[in-house]
Every structure is written in C-alpha cells, then in structure tokens.
C-alpha cells in the first residue's frame, strides 16, 4: 500500500507541473482528494492493514494529502494572478478621451411649483410652517367646526390609524397647531402631504400636497377685501398677470363667508373650451373668513380676534400651470416626462 501511495503522489504532481491548466488541476483534485478519490479509497481500506502499520500510512496519507493541497493552492493563485494581469493588460484607458458626462438629477415639477408658491407667499410677508401628517380628530377635524356627523370623518374618507389617530386630510391642521402656540398678529402658510381614500385617477391622488394660508390680528384689521387682495396677487404673480380671477360664494365648516376662488381657463383665455365646460373658468382653490368656532378652538375670543384662510392643492394647480391633463403623469416617474420641466439651471447642468 505504501508503493501504491508513492504512486498516486508521483503521478498526481506530474500533472501538477508549472503549466498546468485549471482543468487539468480540478481533474487531479477530484480524482485524488475527492469524496470517492484515490486517497479516500485507500483510508477506507486501511482497516485490513495490520495494526502496527496503520500509524505509519495513515501520516503518509496526510502528508500527501496536505502537498497536493498546497499545489493546488499555489497554482490556482497563480493562475488568478495571470487572468488578472491579462485583463488589465487588454483594458488600457486612453486618458487623452473626454470624461464620461453623468448628469445631474432635477427637482420634480411639483416640488418646482411648490418652491415657486411658496416663494410667492414669502414675498408678501408669510412665514412657512411645517406641521404634522399623523394627527388627531381634534386637530383634523373638531376644532375646525366640523360636525360630528361630516361626511370627511366616515372611513370611506380618511386613513383612521390605531390609538384615535389618522393621515390628515387637509393642512388645515396646521392652522390649529400654530394657533394653539403662538398669538396674533399671524401671517403664516403651512405646506405638507394630505392622505384621504381616494383612487388614483386623472383628478384625484389618495395622496397629494396642499398649501394652507391664514392671516390674523384683531378686529378689524383683517377683512375679506384683504383675502381678495392676497389671493389675487398670488395668483396674478403664480399664473401671470393677465390672468382672470373671481370668487364664488361657497360653504366650508371653517369658514364664514366662504369662497371658492376660479381663474380664466388657460387653454382658452377664458373663451370656453371643452375643458372648462364652456364657462371660462377654472375652480383653483377655497377660502373664505375664519369661523368664529374656530377662533375658539385655539382660545381666541371672535370678537377681539380675526382674520382669513385659504387653501389649495399643490399637484391641482401644477396640473394648470403646466398644462398637464393627468395627475397620474405626475407620479410614474416617466423621466422622458418629468425632463420636460426642468427648470433653465437644471437643464444646465
């Protein structure tokens, strides 16, 4: 059996000479020191080698066992090293070509709009607030004067989460929040994602942006000539001056008087077309005069305490301004879409 050992290990580093291939070197490895290889068959048969020779073969066995292994290890590198300095020998780089030009991502057109609406507000004096998207029903709902039975509150509408909270369905909720903290006089807008059961569709999202505007002081100070002068100059300075603006009595719980506030259609200029059904006019937002129950709700007493509220949607009046016709657009991320409206720095870039 020794002889037979010698003999595997001669043979076995005779194919494991200096150019030996990897296949070459994966046929030793398996027909030596494999599972069913020539040594594993010899430990096997080591049971009918008498007990005085057994300790003899079993440090032979490992002694070539532990050499083939090393072999192997050694020319295996050897042949990694040799693959590796070949590819880097064929993949010379020209360093006299131009750089490769990686460009730059843009903003996404409703944050554009929204930047722009803000910026807009910020001239005329508001101050930007951020609130909370997970809210409360007092919040959300209570302590802006809507009744117990509304509509909004139903699970159709709103996204309820567990402990009495939801997604706020308007950032109207930031009107309480800042009420609650702070003291007349106010001139503040509060910007944020509203969420309500709503399905993905042309005109509709069940998640979206809004713009929530209020402005209060005392008594007298702030009137509805002052909510028409805003709105009018936003949406003068947002749209272009030639715009047509006009105010519709309306209805909302926190609010009296209130208006829904329409512009001359953009696609006809106000002649009628078949997108403004023929009126000239396009709805754009609501507004209207705080309501004394919710001068309450934030411990302001009405009759020292007034002012205005508006509100409007972010993705709705992009959806105006750059004559998108499907809110949908908005979200799928089409980037042969969302390129279109870089704005002249972006694209620059």
């Keep these: 059996m020794r002889e037979q050992l010698e003999e595997i290990r001669r043979r076995a580093l005779a194919e494991l000479g200096d150019g030996a291939v990897e296949a070459a070197i994966e046929n030793v490895r398996v027909r030596v020191l494999g599972r069913t290889g020539e040594l594993t068959e010899i430990m096997r048969a080591m049971r009918t080698v008498p007990n005085a020779e057994r300790p003899a073969l079993g440090r032979l066995v490992n002694e070539i066992k532990s050499e083939l292994e090393g072999r192997i290890a050694t020319l295996s590198d050897a042949l990694k090293r040799a693959a590796m300095e070949h590819a880097l020998g064929a993949a010379q780089i020209d360093v006299t070509l131009p750089g490769m030009h990686i460009p730059r991502g843009w903003l996404h057109p409703v944050t554009l709009s929204r930047e722009r609406m803000l910026e807009i507000f910020a001239a005329m004096g508001f101050e930007v607030v951020e609130t909370q998207d997970v809210e409360d029903d007092f919040h959300n709902f209570g302590a802006l004067n809507f009744p117990a039975d509304h509509p909004a509150r139903e699970m159709q509408d709103t996204f309820f989460l567990p402990g009495g909270l939801l997604l706020r369905t308007h950032t109207s909720n930031g009107q309480i929040r800042v009420m609650e903290q702070r003291r007349p006089p106010l001139a503040i807008v509060c910007p944020g994602n509203c969420y309500r059961r709503d399905e993905l569709s042309v005109r509709a999202s069940p998640m979206f942006s809004q713009i929530e505007g209020f402005m209060v002081d005392r008594a007298g100070a702030i009137t509805m000539g002052h909510l028409k002068g805003v709105i009018s100059e936003f949406l003068r300075a947002f749209f272009g001056q030639g715009i047509g603006v006009r ?39 609501g507004s209207g005069m705080i309501h004394p129950n919710v001068l309450r709700a934030v ?21 105006l301004k750059l004559g998108v016709d499907d809110l949908r657009l908005f979200f799928e991320n089409d980037l042969r879409f969302l390129g279109q409206f870089r704005s002249a720095s972006e694209a620059a870039s």
Excluded: H
């Design 247 to 285: 105010f519709r009595a309306s209805f909302f719980p926190f609010t009296e008087p209130s208006a829904e506030v329409d512009i001359s259609c953009l696609l006809c200029a106000g002649a009628g077309c078949r997108v403004c059904k023929q009126s000239g006019w396009t709805e754009i937002l």
């Design 299 to 319: 411990g302001y007493d009405p009759a020292e305490y007034q002012g205005f509220a508006f509100g409007m949607g972010v993705e709705r009046t992009s959806l």
